[in-house]
């Protein structure tokens, strides 16, 4: 629903004070505010930290990326890539769009990707079971991105890259991020479900390229037409895409960590909204207990925090804003 909130009001001083209070609430660590690339308000932005699911959004960027350079397509089937799906029923449907919509049907896999060591994640998520049609359920968790982290590397490593340094090369270091730590297997492969540490500045600069994007400005060598077509929503889930969340016109604000399990219908998602009070066109990165960034693409702001509390709520921000 289109709000009252930060697409048309004025960031004043006592906005920005009330949203400083909040963002230093609830076991935050560091935060800033910026209009265009102007930081209006902030708090300890050198502050780095793990970003956790915000890291989903990089591995959309790889994707746009990758289309750009010709040699990957929302469309195509995975298992044109990944041989052990061939002949396996409903997974050889699957395409790189569905992964990135977390609507591939396969089993979460938090479980069986998240233990403490694990030796090749590739591996593990391929060979995890099939429990919807491809398409038809949004399931969060692990699983969708691990396989696309499989198949870009599969793909970049036939013409001559691994996928670690596909995303130096064409993803951190044109936006200006650098992750000293990323969560790894123990082949050294990176997770694209989670495992990037980011600095506050670093998480700016990440939504101000994704606002030029979604406001159809190509930027960081990433096409916007690209980018649209890898982080478009599905029919599953209305409101995400390729890591991002948006704000959509549903008339039922949540918060979108306490929804993720067990998983909804389409229904529940299509009728539901970040905030009522912001316009539909503002657009969330979430990562756990309070990793976030805010865009308003047509206004040029964004919000960064970094910070961990289970009891953060977004509400609590966006209403101040």
């Not at 529940?268 to 960034?293: D, E, H, Y």
Request: glycine fraction near 14%; aromatic fraction near 8%.
């Amino acid at each position: 629903m289109g709000g009252g909130g930060s697409g048309g009001r004025d960031w004043d001083r006592d906005v920005l004070d009330r949203a400083d209070t909040i963002a230093r609430a609830g076991g935050g660590r560091g935060w800033g505010a910026w209009e265009g690339s102007s930081l209006r308000k902030s708090w300890r932005t050198h502050e780095r930290g793990p970003a956790l699911s915000i890291t989903k959004a990089l591995g959309c960027l790889a994707c746009a990326r990758a289309a750009g350079e010709g040699w990957l397509r929302a469309d195509e089937k995975v298992a044109d890539t990944l041989s052990e799906w061939r002949g396996q029923g409903g997974k050889e449907s699957i395409t790189v769009q569905m992964l990135l919509q977390m609507t591939a049907g396969l089993k979460e896999g938090a479980g069986e990707l998240y233990r403490r060591s694990i030796a090749d994640k590739g591996k593990v998520a391929i060979a995890l079971p099939l429990l919807d049609a491809p398409g038809t359920r949004f399931r969060y968790g692990p699983a969708c991105w691990e396989v696309l982290a499989e198949l870009l590397h599969r793909k970049a490593v036939a013409r001559g890259e691994t996928l670690e340094k596909f995303l130096h090369r064409a993803v951190m270091r044109p936006i200006g991020l650098s992750s000293p730590d990323w969560r790894s297997d123990q082949r050294g492969r990176f997770y694209l479900s989670t495992g990037t540490e980011l600095t506050v500045t670093g998480l700016g600069r990440l939504g101000r390229t994704l606002g030029d994007l979604l406001s159809g400005r190509d930027t960081a060598g990433i096409s916007a037409g690209a980018f649209r077509a890898m982080s478009r929503p599905s029919r599953a889930n209305a409101m995400f895409g390729g890591g991002l969340w948006r704000n959509s016109r549903g008339g039922r604000e949540i918060e979108i960590e306490d929804e993720l399990e067990p998983p909804k219908s389409p229904g529940f998602w299509r009728n539901a909204c970040i905030s009522k009070r912001q316009p539909s066109t503002m657009v969330a990165l979430v990562g756990s207990a309070g990793q976030r960034v805010f865009i308003w693409p047509a206004e040029r702001r964004v919000i960064a925090r970094l910070g961990y509390s289970r009891s953060w709520k977004d509400g609590t921000l966006l209403r101040a804003v």
